[in-house]
T-cell receptor
Framework: RKEVEQDPGPFNVPEGATVAFNCTYS??????FFWYRQDCRKEPKLLMSVYSSGNEDGRFTAQLNRASQYISLLIRDSKLSDSATYLC????????????FGSGTQLTVLP | DAGITQSPRHKVTETGTPVTLRCHQTENHRYMYWYRQDPGHGLRLIHYSYGVKDTDKGEVSDGYSVSRSKTEDFLLTLESATSSQTSVYFCAISRWTGLNTGELFFGEGSRLTVL
């Protein structure tokens, strides 16, 4: 079993749709959680950190469920420019050495 | 823009040849990392550095070595490249410590093909 698992997709959604991704993690001692976005053939870029209380940044909402060991990313009112691969990242300590990346979920927003 | 540049951006080489990838940063950050990214896998840590001449192994360090003689440069060397090292290599820095260490900033990547 992978430490961090994501549905690879692809998720194909129409513009304006709401789409949600889940990411499960196996290490119950995990302490830090992040979502990254990666455009095709580009570097990953931090989208948002995920806090215990959940957090929102514009159309993006991230949630953490420690009991079930998953994090989620909700995108509302999808734009064409949201098309990318979304990477889930989980850390078990304050060291980047302990970061585990999921293999990503591919999203395509269709006109 | 985190001021990270990688070189070369693309390289094709033959099995058994040495290859060095360079990561250069302009912001004087202490922590630097080398990752590789392959289809079906998340990014995997190869080596990291927490200061000049201070480096340590990551998850997939076999076949790779690193050096950091200056704060701004972190070099990744494949002493004798193999086809299994065909990958996209990303350098990263972290601006923070503690639990925010996961807020990484990546270079644009170096695409390496070993024939």
């Amino acid at each position: 079993r992978k430490e961090v698992e994501q549905d690879p997709g692809p998720f194909n959604v129409p513009e304006g749709a709401t789409v949600a991704f889940n990411c499960t993690y196996s290490n119950s001692a995990s302490q830090s959680f992040f979502w990254y976005r990666q455009d095709c053939r580009k570097e990953p870029k931090l989208l948002m950190s995920v806090y215990s209380s959940g957090n929102e940044d514009g159309r993006f909402t991230a949630q953490l469920n420690r009991a079930s060991q998953y994090i989620s990313l909700l995108i509302r009112d999808s734009k064409l420019s949201d098309s990318a691969t979304y990477l889930c990242v989980v850390g078990s300590s304050g060291s980047a050495r302990q970061l585990t990346f999921g293999s990503g979920t591919q999203l395509t927003v269709l006109p | 823009d985190a001021g990270i540049t990688q070189s070369p951006r693309h390289k094709v080489t033959e099995t058994g040849t040495p290859v060095t990838l360079r990561c250069h940063q302009t912001e004087n950050h202490r922590y630097m990392y080398w990752y590789r990214q392959d289809p079906g896998h998340g990014l995997r840590l190869i080596h990291y550095s927490y200061g000049v001449k201070d480096t340590d192994k990551g998850e997939v360090s076999d076949g790779y070595s690193v050096s950091r003689s200056k704060t701004e440069d972190f070099l990744l060397t494949l002493e004798s490249a193999t086809s299994s090292q065909t990958s996209v290599y990303f350098c990263a820095i972290s601006r923070w410590t503690g639990l925010n260490t996961g807020e990484l900033f990546f270079g644009e990547g170096s695409r390496l093909t070993v024939l």
